[in-house]
């Protein structure tokens, strides 16, 4: 067994124990493998089942290449994760920390938005994932945004939908809000 691993499985064994709120389900691993495939991960492919399963509701791993080196495998095991209530937790990258931080900053430039302009009319959505209801045309919204290099998605006739990295830092909320700000103006 490679020293690394043994080193890992102890620590988060430990850890997870450690801790009173939490139940020990496994350490879910895959020895020696290096590819980017799925199909060889079979510890991986347990855990996703488990999560499924409802047998466990927190992910704890040391880094995101550690968790799922091929992205698009990744991306979409973070997104059914999310989907059915699960927390990964990236210990190296702390993604889970840092979103619980910018997300309401994000909503109190988007909340400040909606007090400015009587035609947004709702905020809603969770974390980053947030979305601006308006009664103007949000085609021309996203339209306008993007030509001041802001890209915004619409979802349906009358939502502006924002949804930045994951790794957004303050100031890169407060630039898209200044653009927002400026390109709403304009209605």
């Known amino acids: 067994m490679l020293l690394n691993l043994e080193t890992q499985k102890e620590h988060y064994e430990s850890y997870i124990r450690s801790n009173d709120e939490w139940k020990y389900a496994g350490l ?110 949000v085609g021309q919204v996203s339209s306008k945004a993007l030509e001041q290099g802001l890209i915004v998605i619409t979802a349906g006739s009358n939502v502006i939908r924002f949804v930045p990295p994951l790794v957004i830092e303050k100031e890169h909320v407060d630039e898209m809000a200044e653009i927002l700000d400026r390109v709403l103006a304009e209605f």
Do not use: W
């Not at 980017?36 to 927190?58: E, P, W």
């Not at 619980?100 to 900053?105: N, R």
């Open 28 to 137: 879910y691993f895959d020895e020696g493998i290096s590819g980017t495939s799925m199909r060889k991960r079979d510890g991986l492919k347990r855990l996703v089942d488990d999560c499924d399963k409802g047998l466990i509701d927190i992910v704890l791993t040391k880094s995101i290449s550690r968790f799922c080196r091929n992205t698009t495998d990744c991306l979409a095991i973070v997104r059914k994760m999310g989907n059915i209530g699960v927390t990964i937790i990236f210990e190296k990258e702390k993604i889970t920390e840092h979103v619980c931080e910018i997300a309401p900053y994000l909503e109190e430039k988007l909340d400040a938005l909606m007090a400015k302009y009587d035609f947004i009319t709702a905020r809603r959505g969770m974390g980053l994932i947030q979305g601006l209801e308006m009664t103007i045309p």
